[in-house]
């Protein structure tokens, strides 16, 4: 039988992003069943899937899982985290593993743990591809194996039947790879007879712990309260406030149906969820519901690597030179191609014009020079490192010294913040794979291995 709440303490945004120890301590005051935090996000876009690399700084994360565990093994809680090491593959999870041996280790911590992997082999996909299986989730087009090949790390977003299988297994600490963001909050209640469809609701607000008060943050911990037939929401800091407005306009996050959310296994019908302000600080939610879907789906998410990348970041202060901007960019692109055109090596070359469309690019409504300046990135993608440095620094001297209308000065046109002036940036990966993938078992994909720390 359903205790009369669940109780649910949210650290942080993202694991990594930091809490106050005065919030952390007020929401252990109010006893909390779990402890848990969304430690990844594809937000970041798909290098640090492809690369394998971790979005995060290693001592950030250390520090919040270390404050994190010590409390839950004193306090026989639970610790859920959620797509570790920030894309989940299996590269993250053991480097969010060996971070928490290592606190455990050194504060001489016990408990059981449990690991589950998220990345998926090439041939899986392959086979359900054959198979028809595999659909592509909008705007991606259909999956090819070709397309397949060239991907170098697939992972599966898992839904919360794995997190409970391994609580069911005896886990006090979970490290799952890729997860649908709300998982690592709603498994546990759902396990313990909650309504799935506002735990679902509830997870997904507290994935980003006070992004939803009044003022926002994503460093800062967050209360969730999970009843029979609704939740209650409470910012752990006295400066923060949980409005109808901030939970509401956070429940829009991330959407394309302002009234549906799918996930893993069916969708979040939220027509008829209704929110209330309990107290000047709590808001108080009811009305969401689970549909399930006619098949059980998984999203997967993969990268592939298309070359390497070179930037320099520069800025323009000349009226003139802002007026001609893109006759500049566009000369500036033919005299690469022409200095280039018997090069053994494809590149592209890209202007991102801060103050004009730089956020926004072909999206932006107003596309129009209002300010006093402008920002300029540069940027060349080539097969090589070495090959994206040349077409770079070709691009930055001929931008430089570019003549165009009305210009009358004999002084470089460009002022740069930095010396050295181009930044090797590295590999560059697109999402390759962006598919839902169907599956008779919502535990099949996602291994798990128990251990003794």
Avoid at 123 to 133: D, F, H, I, P
Avoid at 299 to 322: N, W
Avoid at 357 to 383: F, K, N, R, Y
């Amino acid at each position: 039988m359903a205790q009369e709440e669940f109780r649910i303490l949210s650290t942080t945004a993202i694991l990594g992003y930091g809490f106050p120890m005065a919030s952390f301590e007020a929401g252990m005051a109010r006893k909390p069943h779990l402890i848990a935090a969304d430690a990844g996000s594809s937000d970041p876009g798909p290098y640090y899937l492809g690369a394998g690399v971790s979005f995060t700084d290693r001592g950030a994360v250390k520090r919040d899982l270390e404050i994190m565990l010590s409390a839950a093994v004193e306090h026989g809680i639970p610790v859920v985290i959620g797509t570790a090491g920030g894309s989940g593959a299996n590269a993250h999870v053991n480097w969010c593993r060996e971070i928490v041996e290592e606190i455990a280790r050194e504060g001489n911590l016990h408990f059981k743990m449990a690991v589950i992997r998220a990345e998926i082999p090439k041939e899986t996909v392959r086979k359900a591809l054959r198979g028809g299986k595999v659909t592509p989730l909008h705007p991606a087009p259909p999956l090819t194996e070709e397309n397949l090949d060239e991907t170098v790390c697939i992972v599966g977003q898992m839904g919360v039947e794995p997190v409970i299988k391994a609580l069911d297994q005896g886990a006090q600490v979970v490290v799952a790879g890729r997860a649908y963001d709300p998982v690592c909050f709603a498994a546990a209640a759902m396990r313990a007879g909650y309504d799935q469809g506002l735990a679902t609701h509830l997870g997904k607000i507290l994935e980003c712990a006070s992004i939803a008060a009044v003022p926002g943050s994503g460093s800062d911990c967050m209360f969730g309260y999970l009843g029979k037939d609704y939740f209650r929401l409470e910012p752990l800091s006295p400066a923060r406030r949980c409005t109808t407005a901030s939970v509401a306009a956070h429940t829009l996050y991330e959407k394309t149906n302002p009234y549906v959310l799918p996930g893993p296994g069916g969708s979040l019908d939220l027509t008829e969820t209704k929110f209330e302000q309990e107290t000047e600080r709590i808001a108080r939610v009811s009305g969401s519901k689970f549909v399930p879907a006619r098949r059980y789906t998984v999203k997967l998410e993969g990268a592939r690597r298309i070359g390497y990348r070179t930037v320099s970041i520069a800025g323009t202060r000349d009226p003139v030179m802002m007026r001609e901007i893109d006759a500049v960019t566009r000369g500036v692109r033919e005299r690469v191609a022409d200095n280039f055109k018997g090069a053994a090596f494809e590149y592209t070359l890209h202007f991102i014009l801060y103050g004009r469309d730089g956020v926004m690019g072909s999206l932006e409504p107003t596309p129009v020079i209002d300010g006093h300046e402008l920002g300029i990135v540069i940027e060349a993608v080539a097969d090589t490192q070495a090959h994206a440095d040349t077409i770079c620094a070709f691009a930055r001297s001929t931008m430089l010294h570019y003549g165009y209308e009305g210009r009358r000065a004999t002084a470089g046109n460009l002022a740069f913040p930095y010396s050295p002036s181009d930044f090797h940036a590295g590999e560059v990966f697109v999402f390759s794979v962006y598919h839902l993938l169907e599956v008779e078992d919502p535990c099949a994909l996602f291994p798990a291995e128990h251990a003794e720390i």
